[in-house]
């Protein structure tokens, strides 16, 4: 074990910040920088975290930093010395965690930590090219590995094991033989840690680049039976023409589409994406709407989890009804129906059970019940003003959320059987979908209303009650279509109804 420092062959590049605290602190501090920050510096990727570790109670240290820029102070946990300070620089809001040692010394700190390219400092207040490396992070990071610091580094907190998965497929890292063991082992384990805990890692592994590889992996080594236990059902599940594959690889396809339909919305995304046929057309298709699908997207709900990671474990749901709806007709046809209904009420149980604000579960759950809409409303050409109105009625903003998920869903459906007429077909009908939310909002999808249900009462002598709402629905219905455009022939309509209504009965 080498605990001397060495200066690798690769330069670490440091943002400003750690110059400015190297301004602010005192000699006497013995302060390093650790674990993440530092593997990042070697690979030359942003820094947004920042890890400081010292001998002494780190919390004056974190005050200290926070005071001096204009940021904001945390006691995290007294017990261990552990103090963080968030603040602006550079415009950005940067995280700073200064704790105590975990043991006697930093060698030991790092032995205790997770994962060898994770377990390496730098001298604060030395000379920022040199590393202490005692188990050969670097080694590993320059050999694309991921390894665990010891043979009880994921035994101590069973979370790490879902931490390797992220940082592997952050890092594209090939998991340690030994490691991928004993995340096995104790992914057994993940129940006896607090659900909000897995929660926020499992949704950190839904936020990156490529989550399809990294759920199929985490459902190899069973780690997902203890998150979302019901894909596992989804696996050998059978389909029909057009579908290419079972319930489960269409699950990932469908991900795998996703995740790359939502990187096409950043401005600065690969080019190499739009290489692809379909992906350039589906690309045309978003771009007039490429600004308000970026702010959509960038939704954090609580605890900084990401609307993506949300849309992502919609798309990992949107066809858990399957295996409890799959029926075979006598014609040998499979059929899942209401497979997006009794795949909604899953959705349901799965986001309060991972303990999801009630907001997310209300998105989690219309999304999975209203998947199937654009698939219809395609095959109902043509696309009438009443059926976008009746599509953002049902679903409000996890619309948006649906237009993104359905043409991943196509794709991954017909797979290479799929034609580009169908293709762009469809992509038509998401664009009108959208138009009529993002350029038509006032007149298709929430007009003003003509009337109230006060005016149905005194003018017609109608008595509170559910009529009234139906009324004006369909008063609003015939507005869309611009059937109606002022209050006198919405009045002028609704006696027409009434007077059809008593002559039918």
């Known amino acids: 074990m080498n605990v001397q420092p060495i200066v690798p062959n690769r330069p670490l590049i440091w943002p400003d910040v750690i110059e400015a605290i190297r301004q602010i ?63 602006p620089f550079d415009r950005e809001q940067l995280t700073i965690d200064a704790a105590q040692f975990r043991g006697p010394d930093l060698t030991t700190d790092l032995l ?121 059902a989804m696996r050998a599940v059978e389909q029909g023409p057009p579908h290419q594959v079972d319930v489960l690889q269409h699950t990932l396809h469908t991900i795998d589409h996703l995740s790359t339909g939502l990187s096409i919305l950043r401005a600065n995304h690969d080019d190499t994406l739009t290489g692809n046929m379909q992906f350039g057309l589906l690309s045309q298709s978003f ?25 992502v474990l919609a798309a990992l749901l949107h066809d858990a009804g399957k295996p409890q709806t799959r029926s075979v007709s006598d014609d040998g046809r499979v059929h899942f129906h209401q497979h997006e209904q009794i795949g909604a009420q899953i959705a349901e149980k799965r986001g309060e059970a991972l303990r999801l604000s009630n907001d997310e579960v209300q998105r989690l759950t219309t999304i999975v019940k209203h998947h199937m809409r654009p698939h219809w409303l395609h095959g109902a050409q043509p696309l009438t003003a009443r059926a976008v109105y009746r599509f953002w009625r049902d679903t409000g903003p996890a619309g948006i ?22 293709w762009t077909g469809y992509l038509e009908t998401v664009q009108a979908l959208l138009d009529g939310y993002f350029v038509h909002h006032d007149t298709v999808v929430a007009p003003p209303p003509l009337l109230t249900g006060q005016h149905l009462i005194e003018h017609f002598g109608l008595q509170p009650g559910p ?7 369909q008063v609003r219905e015939a507005q869309v279509e611009g059937l109606v455009t002022t209050t006198q022939e919405a009045l002028e309509w609704i006696q027409r109804f009434l007077d059809t209504a008593t002559k039918n009965n």
Not at 39 to 50: G, M, N, S
Not at 64 to 73: C, E, K, L, M, T
Not at 297 to 304: C, K, L, M, V, Y
Not at 401 to 420: F, K, N, Q
């Open 112 to 232: 205790l930590r997770d994962f060898t390219i994770n377990a390496m400092a730098v001298r604060l207040t030395g000379d920022l090219r040199e590393v202490i490396d005692p188990l050969g992070g670097l080694a590993d990071l320059n050999q694309r590995l991921l390894r665990e610091c010891s043979a009880e580094s994921l035994q101590s907190d069973p979370v790490r094991v879902l931490r390797a998965i992220r940082t592997s497929a952050n890092y594209r890292l090939h998991i340690e033989p030994a490691t991928l063991s004993h995340i096995k082992q104790y992914g057994a384990h993940l129940d006896r840690v607090s659900i909000e805990r897995v929660r926020d890692e499992f949704f950190q592994i839904l936020d990156t680049q490529k989550p399809a590889a990294a759920i199929a992996l985490q459902l190899h080594l069973g780690l997902l039976d203890h998150i979302v236990p019901e894909v596992a």
């Open 467 to 473: 009529q009234i709402g139906t009324l004006l629905e």
């Open 25 to 87: 602190v005192r000699p006497s501090d013995d302060l390093y920088i650790v674990g993440g920050a530092v593997r990042d510096a070697y690979l030359h990727r942003c820094l947004h975290d920042i890890d400081l570790a010292t001998p002494h109670d780190g919390r004056p240290i974190a005050r200290r930093i926070a005071d001096h820029f204009g940021g904001v102070y945390y006691s995290l946990d007294p017990q261990r010395g552990v103090g963080r300070a968030i603040i």
């Open 401 to 422: 959320d649906i237009c993104l998920l359905a043409p991943a869903d196509l794709l991954a459906t017909y797979g290479p059987t799929l034609d580009t007429p169908t």
């Open 287 to 311: 771009k007039p709407y490429l600004s308000r699908l970026e702010e959509h997207i960038a939704h954090e709900w609580p605890n900084g989890r990401t609307h993506r990671a949300l849309l």
